[in-house]
């Protein structure tokens, strides 16, 4: 079936540093991929849709030039919270969506600002 | 923009009986209708989904009914055993390209089984 693998799973930062977050698709090619933000106990907020080749396409209030979003190949997709903040702190989920397969999700990322 | 309302947001049933959820939509559009089971700290796990041309649809102790005229869904368990007990969500996407594939999620339910 379809397998998306996000790296890494958890990862603590420094405030104001950078961090990326891979998301791949490993039996197939993904044109979109979707990246997701949860908190604790609450649903899944899409943050931005990625396509293959061009600009990433983002969600209201989700802010483009913290959030930077890569999509240089059929099967890899990055995600990178730059200047990260305590508030940055949250689980991102990646989504890839296969056709006449539904979505597949990525194991998520743990990520901590200190 | 598509809006998903769930509820109820806690369930607590005991094992053996059946739970339901249920979701509305807002997007008349929208023709894929998903639902994931989440256990804490994991991805999202399909279990079942339906698509607008079908009324419902079953997989064991799973089933999912469309109501496309009122733009509801609900999800069923049967014989709920202490193993389902998580965090569930609903979704619903329309077809088209790029953007319009995106998942809209509902608020999410919290089932517990007690054995």
């Known amino acids: 079936g379809a397998v998306v693998s996000q790296h890494p799973s958890w990862v603590i930062c420094k405030s104001g540093t950078s961090v990326k977050i891979e998301c791949r698709s490993l039996?197939?090619?993904?044109?979109?991929m979707f990246w997701y933000r949860q908190f604790p106990k609450q649903s899944l907020m899409l943050m931005a849709t990625?396509?293959?080749?061009?600009?990433?396409?983002?969600e209201q209030g989700v802010e483009k030039d913290k959030f930077l979003i890569n999509h240089a190949s059929l099967t890899l997709s990055t995600l990178t919270v730059t200047s990260a903040h305590p508030e940055d702190s949250s689980f991102y989920i990646c989504?890839?969506?296969?056709?006449?397969?539904?979505?597949?999700f990525g194991s998520g990322t743990r990520l901590t600002v200190v | 923009g598509e809006n998903v309302e769930q509820h109820p947001s806690t369930l607590s049933v005991q094992e053996g009986d059946s739970a339901v959820i249920k979701c509305t939509y807002s997007?008349?559009?929208?023709?894929?209708f998903p639902w994931y089971k989440q256990e804490l700290g994991k991805r999202p796990q399909l279990i079942i989904d339906?698509?607008?041309?079908?009324g419902e649809k079953k997989d064991q102790r799973i089933a999912v009914t469309l109501n496309k005229t009122a733009k509801h869904f609900s999800l069923h368990i049967t014989e709920t055993q202490p193993e389902d007990s998580a965090v569930y969500f609903c979704?619903?996407?329309?077809?088209?390209?790029?953007?319009?594939?995106?998942?809209?999620f509902g608020k999410g339910t919290l089932l517990t089984v007690n054995p």
């Open positions: 989504s890839a969506r296969r056709e006449a397969a539904g979505y597949t």
């Open positions: 039996d197939f090619q993904a044109t979109t």
């Open positions: 990625s396509n293959e080749g061009s600009k990433a396409t983002y």
């Open positions: 997007d008349s559009a929208s023709n894929y």
């Open positions: 339906i698509r607008s041309n079908v």
């Open positions: 979704a619903a996407s329309k077809g088209g390209g790029g953007s319009n594939y995106k998942l809209t």
